[in-house]
């Protein structure tokens, strides 16, 4: 049974940083793509930053780049989400997903397995 589970989830300030985590049970942790995306309350879910199985290549959505990193240790099926200055409009649920696929999506159907969520409160 395949497990993703995020934590790390928070309120800040505007300019604050939070750093989320998600572990990962039950696949091939090192053959998957990393995804994480978000969705704010009332708003359809969203694409914020993808990495490759190997960790090699990265790619984020143009409002946070500067601002976000992503990154896994394969040897602890974890990746992380590293969030930096963050601002009101980064509040939502942020999910992390895994898909076995080469190159990596932004789209979310195209996504195999989810984690159940953690919220990120920015207040300004």
């Known amino acids: 049974q395949v497990q993703l589970v995020e934590s790390g989830g928070g309120s800040v300030q505007a300019g604050g940083s939070l750093r989320l985590s998600c572990a990962a049970s039950?696949?091939?942790?090192?053959?998957?793509?990393m995804g994480w995306f978000r969705q704010a309350q009332g708003k359809e879910r969203e694409f914020v930053a993808w990495?490759?199985?190997?960790?090699?290549?990265?790619y984020y959505v143009d409002s946070v780049k500067g601002r976000f990193t992503i990154s896994r240790d394969n040897a602890k099926n974890t990746v992380y989400l590293q969030m930096n200055s963050l601002k009101p409009e980064d509040t939502a649920v942020y999910y992390c997903?895994?898909?076995?696929?080469?190159?990596?999506?932004?789209?979310?159907?195209?996504?195999?397995?989810w984690g159940q969520g953690t919220q990120v409160t920015v207040s300004s």
């Open positions: 997903a895994a898909a076995k696929r080469f190159p990596p999506t932004t789209k979310v159907n195209e996504y195999d397995y």
């Open positions: 039950g696949l091939a942790f090192s053959t998957h793509a």
């Open positions: 990495i490759s199985n190997r960790g090699v290549t990265t």
